[in-house]
């Protein structure tokens, strides 16, 4: 009785502060894609990556790789198991909104992290920003992130995050980042090849994996170091800070004013004079 108490507490505590429903779902293995090597899993030659995780499953398409991941999920599944694919037919954005992933063209990677506190969970999101926004810096591409979920070059999308609470002390963390230029993205979008950037897609994932890891250990582990670490470097990170934004609230009601701060909980803090923490919102620039 005792445990189930911590149990619930604890999956209340994650939900409100990542703002994902929790939802139980019973875990069934999906064998309706390709789980076999096709010609494109080949062309992504994933020797490398392989290596940064206790498994990686490289699928040749899937509906989404977060729920590909939420599938196979059990009580026993390690943290940094991943899953990848070439293709999503369905991939995920926030707010059930589509994510666009053609054929090797686009990197599609979810993980599971095992947060130990809320603390840690609660800054999931922001974590990946960091450790994405690091690895396109390092490719010579000027990126920053827009909060909560977006990695920004020139004021174009490269790149978007989804983390979803998937129980007590698990969330899945999906990223996909464009390599190359799709018909089905929108015109926002942008991409590596576009910015002048060539890495292959096996040598990518393996600088997300390493990149994440470097900032989700310390988090994980000490999240009040971590956290004021992460707010020093978002000063710079963060293009939304400093910035007149327009923040649309879920339910449609919207906040103008200036992005002052990301709080120790994630939250953006806007002025509006009054300075209002938002822990959700669909954000955009209205002046650099
Ligand atoms: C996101 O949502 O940006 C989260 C994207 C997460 C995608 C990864 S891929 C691996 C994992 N598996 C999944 O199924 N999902 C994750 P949001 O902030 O709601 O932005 C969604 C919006 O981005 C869409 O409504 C489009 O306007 C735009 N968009 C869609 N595809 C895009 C792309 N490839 N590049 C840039 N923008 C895109």
């Known amino acids: 009785m005792r445990s189930l108490y911590i149990c619930l507490t604890l999956s209340v505590k994650f939900e409100s502060v990542l703002n994902i429903p929790y ?7 999906s064998h309706s894609y390709k789980t076999y090597q096709c010609d494109i899993i080949n062309q992504m030659e994933l020797d490398k990556a392989h290596g940064h995780f206790p498994e990686l499953i490289a699928l040749a398409e899937v509906d989404s790789t977060n729920k590909e991941l939420l599938r196979r999920l059990g009580p026993e599944t390690p943290e940094f198991f991943a899953v990848t694919a070439a293709t999503q037919l369905g991939g995920l954005g926030r707010l059930s909104r589509n994510w666009v992933t053609e054929p090797g063209k686009s990197m599609a990677l979810s993980m599971l992290l095992r947060p130990k506190t809320s603390a840690a969970a609660n800054w999931i999101t922001i974590m990946a920003g960091l450790a994405l926004r690091q690895v396109v810096v390092d490719l010579g591409v000027a990126a920053s992130i827009k909060w909560p979920n977006d990695i920004l070059v020139e004021g174009r999308k490269l790149a978007g995050i989804l983390a979803e609470l998937s129980g007590p002390n698990a969330v899945i963390l999906g990223m996909g980042l464009n390599l190359e230029p799709q018909q089905g993205a929108p015109e926002t979008a942008t991409s590596l090849s576009e910015l002048g950037a060539q890495v292959s897609i096996d040598h990518l994932i393996s600088l997300v994996a390493t990149a994440i890891k470097g900032y989700w250990e310390p988090l994980n582990e000490n999240p009040t170091e971590a956290i004021a670490i992460f707010q020093t470097e978002l000063a710079t990170a ?5 910035t007149e934004v327009r923040a649309e609230l879920p339910g449609g009601r919207n906040l ?3 992005a002052r701060a990301i709080d120790t909980e994630g939250r953006l803090v806007i002025e509006c004079p009054e300075p209002v923490a938002l822990a959700a919102a669909d954000v955009w620039h209205l002046r650099d």
């Open 256 to 258: 103008y004013g200036v």
């Open 23 to 29: 939802k139980p779902r019973h875990q069934t293995i």
């Open 238 to 242: 963060c293009s939304t800070l400093g």
